[in-house]
């Protein structure tokens, strides 16, 4: 089992910043892919990124590509979002989940594990 707890969101302005935080406990983090995730009001829940066991691998969605930036420190179990040039767009719930698998993929069913989200609101 692993344990997700999302930090880091909040009001933003549009062209600010904010980074995520993903932090992990339980089976052994280090070894699973993770990804991020978001919902706007209304909407399905979309793919944003995705990053190897490692962090040699990432893919974005091209939405955010450019802007966004996935990474991890296995020693801390924790991944992190980057999020530079915010846009009203981005306005969300973001969750991190983790995949039981080394390697990173972009479709939401291959997420075993789940955190309950944080809200990003970027204001125009």
């Known amino acids: 089992q692993v344990q997700l707890v999302e930090s880091g969101g909040g009001l933003v302005q549009t062209g600010g910043s904010l980074r995520l935080s993903c932090a992990a406990s339980g089976r052994t983090f280090s070894s699973y892919a993770m990804g991020w995730f978001r919902q706007a009001p209304g909407k399905e829940r979309e793919f944003v990124a995705t990053?190897?066991?490692?962090?040699?691998?990432?893919y974005y969605a091209d939405s955010v590509k450019g802007r966004f930036t996935i990474s991890r420190d296995n020693a801390k179990n924790t991944a992190y979002l980057q999020m530079n040039s915010l846009k009203a767009e981005d306005t969300a719930v973001y969750y991190c989940?983790?995949?039981?698998?080394?390697?990173?993929?972009?479709?939401?069913?291959?997420?075993?594990?789940w955190g309950q989200g944080t809200q990003v609101t970027v204001s125009s």
């Open positions: 989940a983790v995949r039981s698998r080394a390697w990173s993929v972009a479709s939401e069913s291959a997420y075993d594990y």
């Open positions: 990053i190897n066991w490692s962090g040699s691998s990432t």
